[in-house]
């Protein structure tokens, strides 16, 4: 079975600071890794994921994401902080097999709030 | 402009009063799911479809029904609706295959009394 922990339901940052919104997966199978984000109001868009290749992955708006397999952690990172990033993310796992319905499963998200 | 289309934004009904919230995809998705968001619990697939008359359960499927009579429309109907189904609900779709990506809709307030 595949889930995937959020550490920190809530992360408040000043603008210009680094945001780092952590990530931890389970899964027996190799996975698929993504981070949704969603701004008030609407609904969840892709900001970068992980399915083979190189482990750093870097995502629209300045976002980027380390697959670390030993550490089971997939965190999202930027180096600096814009008021604009304040929104809620998720982090979601789905299996790398073809086959079959391959099911997203979601963290329960962390709001991120940027103060001035 | 690919989008995936959800009606209405926002609902209040009571208790008991079947609603139909519709959901349409102009992307030629084969899979298409419903999930309700909750604090604290993330987003839980109530329903998925992986194609024209192929429709399963998800994690929280009781209360709800689906059909999927077209690739492009996936309704979900409340037949008797209760206060604990009040929540925000999302449509998506996506190519089928694993690392696809899931596009969503704009979300549905939905409020029962």
């Known amino acids: 079975a595949q889930s995937v922990t959020q550490l920190g339901s809530h992360v408040s940052v000043s603008e210009g600071a680094l945001v780092l919104l952590r990530c931890n997966y389970s899964?027996?199978?190799?996975?698929?890794l993504f981070w949704y984000v969603q701004y008030p109001n609407q609904g969840l868009q892709l900001l970068l994921k992980?399915?083979?290749?190189?482990?750093l992955v870097k995502g629209i708006n300045g976002f980027e994401a380390e697959f670390k397999k030993s550490e089971t952690s997939f965190h999202l990172t930027k180096p600096s902080a814009h008021m604009s990033d304040a929104a809620e993310y998720f982090c979601?796992?789905?299996?790398?097999?073809?086959?079959?319905?391959?099911?997203?499963?979601f963290g329960a998200g962390t709001r991120l709030a940027v103060h001035p | 402009e690919a989008q995936v289309t959800q009606n209405p934004r926002y609902l209040i009904t009571v208790t008991g009063k079947k609603l139909t919230v519709t959901c349409s995809q102009n992307?030629?998705?084969?899979?298409m799911s419903w999930y309700r968001q909750d604090p604290g619990l993330g987003l839980r697939q109530i329903y998925y479809?992986?194609?024209?008359?192929?429709?399963d359960k998800g994690d929280v499927p009781e209360g709800y029904k689906v059909s999927r009579k077209e690739k492009r429309n996936f309704p979900l109907i409340l037949e008797s609706p209760s206060p604990n189904q009040t929540s925000l609900y999302f449509c998506?779709?996506?190519?089928?295959?694993?690392?696809?990506?899931?596009?969503f809709g704009q979300g549905t307030r939905l409020t029962v009394v």
């Open positions: 998506a779709s996506r190519l089928q295959g694993a690392g696809t990506e899931a596009f």
């Open positions: 899964s027996s199978v190799p996975p698929y």
């Open positions: 992980y399915t083979t290749g190189a482990t």
């Open positions: 979601a796992v789905s299996s790398a097999f073809s086959g079959g319905y391959n099911k997203l499963i």
């Open positions: 992307m030629n998705h084969e899979y």
């Open positions: 479809s992986m194609n024209v008359e192929v429709t």
